[in-house]
């Protein structure tokens, strides 16, 4: 829940504040101290990959909302600054980093899982051993049902499964960004992409780790991996994309036009019981205008 609430409430921010981006003061307050926050509650629990997919929240936000390049080269010294505290802080990460740099100086220990991985992709070849015959998912790979069940789909699928896989996240980036550049409300077109790239850019580090480009980080496959409450926010994400994609211009006309053509709502619009959408109407005044000062009050103060 919290990837979700940073990405809305973020936006929010952002969006309230779009005239004043350009001074770093208003970009980074409260936003970045708000965030630091969250890392540091979930690295307490600890969570190295829920805090690196905050941290892809993070970035998205402010990339998206038009922050400086220069703030970004912060950024990156930053964080391999605290990705070089945290392995130090617990063994067991710099152990990951050193199975990934060297994969066979630990075969049995710290890079038997990286191992085990690519031996099942392996073993799945072009066409795959056939779905429900994965070999690897009985112990032979630890974690197979969470974060490495894209070697699972490898060995049973084989490459063309992992092809499938890939096009359908290559999908979703494609209309997640065609759903934001298509919407004039700003603030939907910087959580749509925010969301989107949060996604992606979870469903790119599980793969990249399993396949062995990336250091193990724990991190789910959206909509695959096992684990309900992961599921239940994905699901809610791409709910958020379909009701925004429901409020672009053009979709909004087709709407109208099937409600003035039928004289109701569609059957889909009647089943979910969706309102009509509403066309984004900009403020005619910044929001500082928005609540004037009655007549007689203001500046003059009190008598």
């Known amino acids: ?26 970009l ?11 890392f540091a509650l979930v690295m307490l629990q600890p969570d190295l990959g829920t805090t690196i997919t905050l941290a892809v929240v993070l970035l998205a936000l402010l990339w998206f909302g038009g922050a400086p390049s220069e703030l970004f080269g912060v950024i990156a010294i930053a964080a391999v600054a605290g990705a070089i505290a945290m392995a130090g802080i617990a063994g067991y990460r710099s152990a990951r980093i050193e199975s990934f740099l060297h994969p066979g100086a630990d075969p ?8 085990q991985a690519m031996f099942s992709l392996a073993d799945g070849g072009w066409w795959g051993v056939g779905l429900g015959q994965s070999s690897a998912k009985w112990d032979y790979l630890p974690n197979a049902h969470n974060d490495f ?15 499938v896989v890939l096009l359908l996240f290559g999908t979703l980036a494609y209309v997640g960004i065609r759903i934001a550049a298509r919407n004039t409300d700003p603030w939907i077109k910087l959580v749509a992409a ?17 396949v062995g480009l990336l250091p193990i980080t724990g991190i789910p496959l959206p909509l695959i991996s096992s684990g309900g409450t992961s599921i239940a ?35 889909l619009t009647r089943l979910l019981r969706l309102r009509p959408p509403v066309p984004y109407a900009p ?11 009655p007549s007689g009050r203001g500046s003059r103060g009190r008598r």
């Open 149 to 163: 069940i894209f070697a699972v789909i490898g060995e049973e699928l084989g490459f063309l499964g992992c092809l």
């Open 194 to 210: 925010t969301v989107t790239t949060w996604l992606v850019g979870q469903a790119a580090i599980n793969i990249g780790y399993v």
């Open 28 to 38: 980074l307050v409260p936003l970045v101290p708000m965030a630091v926050v969250i």
């Open 233 to 267: 926010l994905t699901m809610l994400a791409f709910g958020l994309l379909a009701n925004f994609a429901r409020h672009e211009p053009q979709a909004v006309s087709a709407l109208r036009y099937e409600f003035t053509r039928s004289g109701r709502p569609g059957v």
């Open 108 to 115: 049995q220990g710290a890079a038997y899982q990286a191992r």
């Open 283 to 293: 403020a005619s005044r910044p929001r500082a205008e928005a609540w004037p000062l």
């Open 1 to 26: 829940p919290a990837k979700l609430a940073l990405a809305l409430w973020g936006a929010h921010v952002l969006i309230t504040k779009r005239a004043l981006l350009r001074q770093w003061r208003h």
